[in-house]
């Protein structure tokens, strides 16, 4: 079998979105770099292993990758397929060409300042070594779709899928679908497959925070200005009030706020998308976790049997980067995520890096991209910055202050609030939330509830 060898600076394997940022601020740099992909295209994830209706769940601000902003014209929130042509668009603005076809076997150092990556062609069938100064990972945390180990899964009568391989709903029409994991995937494939008319259910195992997009984007602002734990009530409040209880639903609330989870477990709250009404009307149910499978009969923790014509596990991802990666000084822990925490999580020994690990999405690939050329650069100043490289015209940088950002994000909150309801409904009594009696809002007191919300605000940043 042939065997060929090529030489650069910097192998970076994986094409995705933090393959192609990494690659773009290298490139800015002079600095010679090649992209490994196992898959025949970038960002295989997305074009490949996502549902149609997905939309990036953060504000587009936070969803950049470096040099390049979002078109003016695109919306707040960036559906699937204008993220993947705004992708495409940036690996043709900063000249990325990727190797495709690639799966990389095993990558070692040499203890001679070398990295030797040995990947197969699928394409020839050779062998193909390359060498570098440096490495880095790009594979990302979502190199692998995980599911768990179910007692009787193996003899599971009906349909079983990973929510990677699920497009929409539309073959499920009529069908009684079981989705596994209360995420953002899970909960969006849950309302999904009502709308599309198969008869759904959710399995829950963990408490959950359920915002809504407007809130998300309300607390990120604030976070600019605020301690997380003053968000975190202000977004709870505001929560209760659009949500009430939904303890009652089979929805669990975490003790812990939603952003102070997020900073220490780095899991995210759930973006609501209709589905919380899709469960309070019965459209969908919830079952907590699964306890066993026995044929088409699946078990759960409170005791109920149900059947299900299929099961869709929304259960997550995992990395794959200690299957090939060797001496990687400890960079990385037995789960293939770095050892350490962010923001010290992306530099390795000799040379190894990591992009797209921080579990901090775009706006962490976005980060890492540019510390990691930064840090390659000044252990290697190979060249002056390509002059040929004609990068879009940045946003213009906005002179945001407290006031501005909060009566942005609560125009926004509350707007919404507004077209999705006529006559709100909130749970309260004097014994709190969620009970038997409640309160009607229209339309025109919601927007009076705001003028208080901002009227208040103002007041607290004017006494400091």
């Not at 849950?190 to 407007?214: F, Q, T």
């Not at 099961?311 to 997550?316: H, L, P, R, S």
């Amino acid at each position: 079998m042939a065997l060929s060898f090529l030489e650069t600076v910097v192998i970076i394997i994986g094409a995705g979105p933090a393959g192609i940022a990494i690659a773009t601020c290298l490139n800015l740099l002079s600095i010679p770099n090649i992209v490994l992909e196992r898959e025949d295209c970038i960002a295989s994830l997305w074009k490949k292993n996502s549902y149609d209706r997905l939309k990036l769940h953060l504000a587009k601000k936070y969803c950049t990758l470096p040099h390049m902003p979002f078109p003016s014209h695109f919306p707040t929130f960036v559906s699937k397929y204008m993220f993947i042509q705004y992708l495409d668009n940036y690996v043709a603005q900063f000249n990325i060409n990727p190797l495709y076809s690639r799966s990389v076997e095993s990558a070692s150092y040499d203890g001679g300042k070398k990295w030797k990556v040995a990947v197969r062609n699928a394409g020839s069938g050779e062998m193909e070594v390359f060498e570098g100064r440096f490495l880095v990972v790009a594979t990302g945390e979502n190199c692998e779709g995980f599911v768990p180990k179910v007692l009787g899964l193996e003899g599971y009568g009906g349909e079983l899928l990973h929510s990677s391989e699920y497009d929409n709903g539309s073959m499920y029409r009529g069908k009684d679908v079981l989705v596994v994991g209360c995420g953002n995937s899970g909960m969006e494939i849950a309302y999904d497959l009502c709308n599309c008319g198969a008869r759904a259910a959710i399995s829950v195992r963990s408490p959950v925070h359920v915002l809504s997009k407007e809130m998300v984007q309300l607390g990120m602002s604030m976070l600019k200005f605020l301690p997380c734990n003053v968000v975190d009530k202000i977004v709870q409040t505001l929560t209760k009030f659009t949500y009430g209880d939904l303890s009652p639903h089979g929805l669990q609330t975490p003790s812990n706020g939603p952003f102070y989870l997020k900073g220490i477990t780095c899991r995210s709250p759930v973006i609501d998308v209709g589905t919380v009404e899709k469960i309070k009307t019965g459209d969908i149910r919830v079952f907590p976790s699964i306890m066993s499978i026995d044929g088409d009969n699946i078990e759960f923790a409170n005791g109920t049997t149900s059947k299900f014509h299929a099961i869709v596990f929304a259960t997550g991802y995992k990395s794959n980067v200690r299957k090939w990666l060797k001496d990687d000084g400890a960079l990385f822990n037995e789960d293939g995520m770095p050892e350490k925490r962010s923001p010290n999580h992306w530099k390795g020994e000799n040379g190894l890096y990591c992009v797209g690990f921080a579990r901090a999405g775009l706006f962490g690939i976005s980060n890492d991209a540019q510390n990691i050329a930064k840090d390659i650069r000044s252990i290697s100043p190979i060249l002056s910055p390509q002059k040929d490289f004609k990068q879009p015209p940045s946003s213009p940088e906005l002179k945001e202050t407290p006031i501005d950002v909060y009566d942005e994000a609560m125009d926004s909150l509350f707007e919404s609030m507004k077209a999705n309801v006529s006559g709100f409904v909130y749970g309260a009594s004097e014994s709190g939330v969620g009970s038997s009696s409640q309160i009607t809002f229209t339309p025109k007191e919601i927007t009076q509830a705001k003028e208080v919300f901002k009227a208040v605000f103002k007041k607290d940043v004017k006494n400091g």
